[in-house]
């Protein structure tokens, strides 16, 4: 069911030792409910690293990474990722050589509606739902700011979102988005010319 979401906050958490370390974002929706992101999830493996977000009437949302690259990580990052809201599977395609911010955002597939994730800095980025005929969509706006205990999530909705759009807009929170910020865009051209080169000179 779409609905009007009104703004809320969610504030920074962390618990647990570097064995079993948790952290993230802890706040109530007033159309939602008690809303839980946890960036990230204890490790089971060191292979594999999961953000999670669950709570109220949210289908809960899962982003993992896996792969060896995964343990040196503190937070999932866009490749090889797997990205899950209730029990369907989320479609993500990105232009890795995306110059622009909006070349680079992500496009997604979930429930049959397509949606578009664009950073606007490295503290904030939009999720938007494509109109169709029978929905003119749903852009979320999400922001960090704040620093150490008093660090927190500004949620902006404009439009009617159901569930599933606010666990998707949420979920990206708990992910290493540097790679869609044009800093970000610089640094992964730089690895890569920089990874070619090596693979060149063997």
């Known amino acids: 069911m779409h609905t009007q979401v009104s703004p809320f906050e969610l504030q920074a958490?962390?618990?647990?030792?570097?064995?079993r370390y948790s952290a993230g974002w802890k706040g109530v929706s007033p159309e939602?409910?008690?809303?839980?992101?946890?960036?990230?999830?204890p490790r089971t493996s060191p292979e594999s690293l999961v953000s999670e977000v669950r709570g109220g009437l949210l289908p809960v949302a899962s982003f993992e990474v896996r792969g060896m690259h995964a343990e040196g990580l503190k937070l999932p990052?866009?490749?090889?990722?797997?990205?899950?809201?209730?029990?369907?599977?989320?479609?993500?395609e990105r232009n890795r050589f995306g110059a622009?911010?909006?070349?680079?955002?992500?496009?997604?597939?979930?429930?049959g509606d397509r949606y578009r994730l664009s950073a606007l800095d490295?503290?904030?980025?939009?999720?938007?739902?494509?109109?169709?005929?029978?929905?003119?969509?749903v852009r979320i706006?999400?922001?960090?700011?704040?620093?150490?205990?008093?660090?927190r999530l500004s949620v902006r909705a404009e439009g009617r979102a159901e569930g599933g759009d606010l666990a998707l807009g949420l979920i990206f929170a708990g992910v290493?988005?540097?790679?869609?910020?044009?800093?970000?865009a610089v640094k992964a051209g730089i690895s890569r010319v920089t990874h070619f080169w090596t693979e060149a000179a063997y």
């Open 77 to 92: 990052t866009l490749n090889r990722s797997t990205l899950r809201v209730g029990d369907r599977m989320v479609y993500v």
């Open 32 to 41: 939602f409910g008690e809303i839980t992101l946890t960036a990230p999830l």
């Open 176 to 184: 290493d988005r540097s790679a869609l910020t044009r800093i970000g």
């Open 122 to 137: 490295k503290n904030a980025y939009v999720l938007s739902r494509e109109p169709d005929d029978e929905d003119p969509g």
């Open 100 to 111: 622009t911010l909006a070349q680079r955002a992500l496009t997604m597939k979930y429930a």
């Open 13 to 19: 958490w962390k618990e647990g030792d570097r064995h």
């Open 141 to 151: 706006t999400v922001r960090e700011s704040g620093r150490g205990k008093s660090r």
